[in-house]
């Protein structure tokens, strides 16, 4: 099976910063982990729409345990390409988190605020537990403390697209990790 690769849009692309291959071993490095780790607890994954889909999809199909899915859509306040401490519920849950081990699966973590929030929402919904798996973090960006027990890769401060990872709603079906051309982004404001 053949996607979209940074080669079909080499004019918008820089570089490639996380290969196909590197995101297939990690994601198969942490669902062995966490397969272990959750043995007998029928974990639910919970992604935060739309970047965490790739993600989620791979991982979950990763795992050798049974889990449960589900979804929630958040929106910062406010809106460009940084979030803020204001954190809004856009679509829920489906599930009841109660007495549930929780495991949300997240594409990036930036700030921080986003799961900040989710992880004491999800507790203070009464969940069993919640751990996080972050396939990518921006540590130079961190303001708020946030505990990634199941860790991806550290990347630089860089516009990053693909495997879920948008630049107004596009690049997200890239099957890899890449820095945006500065073109690209700043050429509508030009
Ligand atoms: C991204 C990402 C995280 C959040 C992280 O989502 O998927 O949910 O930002 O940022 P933070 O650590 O600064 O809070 P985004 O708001 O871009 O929406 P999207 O997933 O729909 O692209």
Known sequence: ????????????????????????????????????????KNPLLIAVLKGAINTIAAFSQALSIPAQLDFMSLSSYGSGTTSQ?????????????????????????DSGHTLAWLVDELKRRGAASVEIFALLEKPSRREVQVDVKYRGYEIPDEFVVGFGLDYDERFRNLDSIAVLKSEVYQGEQA
Request: glycine share 6%; proline share 0%.
């Open 1 to 40: 099976m053949v996607g979209m690769q940074i080669a079909d849009i080499a004019d918008e692309i820089d570089h490639e910063l996380v290969s196909k291959a590197q995101i297939e071993a990690k994601i198969t490095e942490v669902a062995w982990q966490v397969s272990r780790d959750y043995q007998g």
């Open 85 to 109: 401490g204001t954190v809004t519920v856009r679509q829920d849950l489906s599930s009841d988190v109660r007495g549930r081990h929780i495991l949300i699966v997240e594409d990036i973590v």
